[in-house]
């Protein structure tokens, strides 16, 4: 990958999950590094308890927000069935970072649709090399809080390496959009993983 | 100049101040709304800013604006747009003295509309100039272009940008306020031979607009934003590449919009063939596009929603003698229908250039295990919820119509409420209601309707009604508020986009004012007295109401939340199978309340057989 190449990134999840935060962390630190950044994400109707995902695109050759099947560079999914139904969009040799803890719809606990939940588990397992699987359960009991799940994540992509973005902008992004009582958990949420 | 992260509909709006707007008035509407709200939040203090009622007398009053020399923007969705058919399209006969542009959205897939319809069709029906922009930068830019032409020919113009470009984020450069152009009214001068639309008027002003559009195709050759792209070949290593050679000189590509883009990106450090950029698809630019083709053998057009460009092409072709074949939708090698996609572009540019993929190589491209369908609910303590289930007990064995309308309640069709029979267009449920009774008068019909709603287009639905004598409950769900679209103020709630707070328009005073001598009031959360309000009010004859009035979930802070006890849960579900709540899961044995997401409505305690809920 030439640096002309943009960074792609798809995040998923289930809306109300913060996805939405986390993207507007990555285009203000990506910003902060003069860094063209196109982004898309789900809106209006879908919010409402669906399947809600953002494309984002760092560098000046990306023309549309959106991202083809097969170039995201990394794919955050804050739920593990949603990070399988948007696996299509990662590269071969992309990483994804995506946290345990389904969420079940009320489709699946009326029965009307199916969730299995080990094979989602193990599908991922088995078929991502570049996997990192967050316990999002454990990261929650030990930061005190199931609110920061988004800087979580967004840690371990830094870590990842395929985010490509210095973590001092992010941080220095966190605490520009957060008020300050939350800047030390959110701190530690991103150095968690 | 400052550079700014900014949704595409914010960049309208700052693009619009930028222009000197003068007065914006618009109808919430997905994935139209943030524009009117931009305005709002970043009016410099000089630009007059509203909610109207619906589109209709948005546009009549930006007209009205307009007329005086102001600069007005309407803003609408695409189906908004059917509602301000009227006023549009007569208003292209009579013009405009400011510059007036209307701002539609396009919702191809459709992801949140009930239409795939095409504004660009609507142009060359109404004949007015349409603007077309492919990104969020250019969207800045391009409305600025759009109130310069508007003002300098005199007729109102079409901006329209699709969801993609709406709701796209890009970080783009915006002058400061400082920087904006001050355009100032100069008044409506009155001249009756100019703004009455009389016959006499109206045939001279159509010969006008005709000669005016045929020269338009010519200037609007000459717009930089309609271009050519030479083709060339694949870039080399470290190279920008423009310089190889073009290994298709006899294939070309037209696009527009979005797809333009995605084919831009399918191209990317690959040979690519001469690309035609088409950014006003009404006036066409006949001249540039007969230029394009001469010498080539075939295109393909790559565009979204109807083949405009490909019947534009076609007609060039014939009207110049060129021979060259046009493929796209007419041919089949676009898909008719539906949203453009990166990967729907990449498969039919390979196909068309017989190359072996532009697409991208998937890391897990095979078959997936099967996944839980997220179709979208109303949230959990959501009013609507609790006034469904309520009319559902109350009419429990009866034979029911429930006719369903636009907004979050239209979700009230998912199982398990099941309480949308149909749903057509704003405001239709309450004339479809009547429909279905004339046909069937042993059935209890209900129209469900939500306040923006029912201000909207609802109430000459109740006037209809009244004056046909018709069998009918009309249901209102007032949450006080338009939630849908993100939580505008309405009629209803008093408030104005310019901050003023009067006294609302009040529901219950409109519906006794047309005539309905039963209308009942009640809070949907009181479910015993919900289910009797329903019971009693709907056993009378003729036009009856009622108000289920009970503010949004989204916009109220929650005071408490339930749990279920485990000791008492007898496991039966009937919370969930009832309900639908997401707030409500399932352990294995017992019901279990996500506090994270429950606001403590209590609808699912009064539903429990155990008393198992608190």
């Known amino acids: 990958m030439s640096r002309k190449d943009p960074i792609n990134i798809i995040m998923c999840g289930v809306g109300g999950q913060g996805t939405i935060l986390a993207s507007r962390l990555i285009a203000a630190a990506a910003m902060k590094e003069g860094l063209e950044v196109h982004a898309a994400e789900t809106i209006g109707m879908a919010q409402r308890g669906g399947s809600v995902f953002t494309h984002i695109r760092l560098g000046e050759q990306a023309h549309a927000a959106q991202i083809g099947k097969g170039r995201a560079d990394l794919l955050i999914g804050f739920e593990p069935a949603e990070a399988v139904r948007m696996l299509g969009f990662l590269k071969k040799e992309g990483k994804a970072i995506v946290s345990m803890q389904p969420i079940r719809p009320v489709s699946a606990m009326l029965g009307m649709s199916p969730y299995p939940e080990e094979e989602i588990l193990s599908f991922l397992k088995e078929k991502v090399s570049g996997l990192t699987l967050v316990d999002s359960v454990r990261a929650a009991k030990d930061l005190g809080s199931s609110r920061c799940l988004n800087v979580v994540l967004l840690g371990a992509a830094l870590r990842s390496g395929a985010l490509g973005l210095d973590e001092e902008h992010i941080l220095c992004a966190l605490q520009e959009r957060l008020p300050e009582k939350l800047h030390a958990l959110n701190e530690r949420a991103l150095h968690y993983i | ?614």
């Not at chain 2, 604006?65 to 059917?82: F, I, P, S």
């Not at chain 2, 990104?135 to 003002?151: G, H």
């Not at chain 2, 890009?170 to 100032?184: F, M, N, Q, T, W």
């Not at chain 2, 199978?577 to 279990?592: F, H, Q, S």
């Open chain 2, 1 to 614: 100049m400052h550079r700014e992260f900014l949704m595409g509909n914010e960049a309208i709006a700052l693009g619009a101040l930028a222009a000197g707007v003068n007065f914006v008035a618009g109808y919430p509407g997905t994935p139209s709304t943030e524009v009117l709200e931009t305005v709002a939040r970043r009016n410099p203090g000089t630009v007059y800013v509203e909610w109207s009622v619906n589109e209709k007398a948005a546009v009549e009053a930006a007209a009205g604006a307009a007329y005086a020399g102001a600069r007005a923007m309407v803003t609408m969705k695409q189906v908004g747009l059917n509602v301000a058919c009227d006023p549009v399209m007569s208003l292209e006969y009579i013009g405009v003295k400011g510059g007036m542009v209307i701002m539609v959205a396009d919702d191809p897939g459709p992801i949140s509309s009930q239409t795939e319809q095409d504004t660009r069709s609507f142009a060359s029906f109404s004949k007015i100039p349409l603007f077309d922009p492919s990104s969020v930068k250019e969207a800045y830019e391009m409305i600025q272009e759009a109130f310069d032409f508007s003002q300098a020919y005199r007729t109102p113009v079409f901006f329209r940008a699709t969801t993609r470009i709406d709701h796209a984020y890009e970080s783009i450069d915006v002058k400061d306020p400082g920087a904006y152009l001050v355009h100032r009214a100069e008044g409506f001068v009155k001249d009756s031979s100019k703004w009455v639309i009389f016959p006499g008027l109206s045939v001279r002003n159509h010969a006008l607009i005709e000669e005016r559009n045929a020269a338009l195709t010519d200037t609007l050759s000459g717009y930089p934003r309609n271009r050519i792209l030479p083709g060339c070949g694949a870039a080399a290593e470290g190279q920008d590449g423009a310089a190889a050679e073009c290994p298709f000189p006899r294939k070309a590509v037209a696009s527009h919009g979005i797809s333009f883009m995605y084919t831009l990106d399918a191209f990317q450090g690959k040979a690519r063939p001469d690309i035609l950029r088409i950014a006003t698809p009404f006036p066409f630019p006949e001249k540039l596009a007969a230029d394009f083709l001469l010498g080539k053998e075939e295109v393909l057009c790559i565009e979204e929603l109807d083949p405009v460009i490909e019947r534009a092409l076609i007609y060039v072709a014939g009207k110049y003698g060129l021979h060259v074949r046009i493929r796209g939708k007419l041919s089949g090698d676009v898909a008719p229908s539906g949203e453009n996609t990166p990967d729907s572009v990449a498969s039919a540019l390979a196909a068309f250039l017989e190359e072996e993929t532009l697409s991208g190589e998937a890391a897990v491209p095979g078959e997936v295990p099967p996944l839980p369908v997220r179709p979208p609910v109303l949230c959990a303590g959501c009013p609507h919820r609790a006034s469904f289930y309520a009319v559902k007990q109350a009419m429990k064995g009866q034979k029911t119509f429930y006719g369903g309308d636009i907004g979050c309640y239209t979700l009230g069709n998912a199982q398990p409420l099941d309480m949308c029979d149909t749903c057509l267009c704003m405001g239709a449920g309450i004339n479809i209601a009547q429909g279905i009774g004339r046909v069937e008068p042993d059935t209890k019909c209900f129209a469900f309707v939500g306040d923006s709603t029912f201000f909207a287009s609802g109430i000459t639905g109740v006037v209809n009604a009244v004056y046909n004598q018709a069998d009918v409950t009309i249901v209102i769900l007032d949450n006080s508020t338009t939630a849908m679209t993100g939580h505008q103020p309405h009629p209803g709630t008093g408030r104005t986009m310019m901050g003023q707070v009067h006294e609302p328009v009040k529901i219950e005073r409109v519906l006794n004012a047309i005539g309905l001598t039963c209308v009942k009031t009640v809070d949907p959360l009181d479910l015993p007295l919900a289910v009797e309000t329903v019971k009693r009010v709907s056993s009378e004859k003729g036009v009856k109401a009622v108000i289920f009035k009970s503010p949004c979930a989204a916009i109220t802070k929650p005071d408490s939340r339930a749990a279920v006890d485990p000791d008492k849960c007898i496991g039966c579900k009937r919370c969930i199978r009832e309900l639908g709540c997401p707030a409500l899961t399932w352990d294995g044995n017992k019901a279990v309340i996500d506090s994270g997401q429950c606001t403590g409505c209590l609808l699912c305690a009064k539903v429990c057989p155990a008393a198992a809920i608190s």
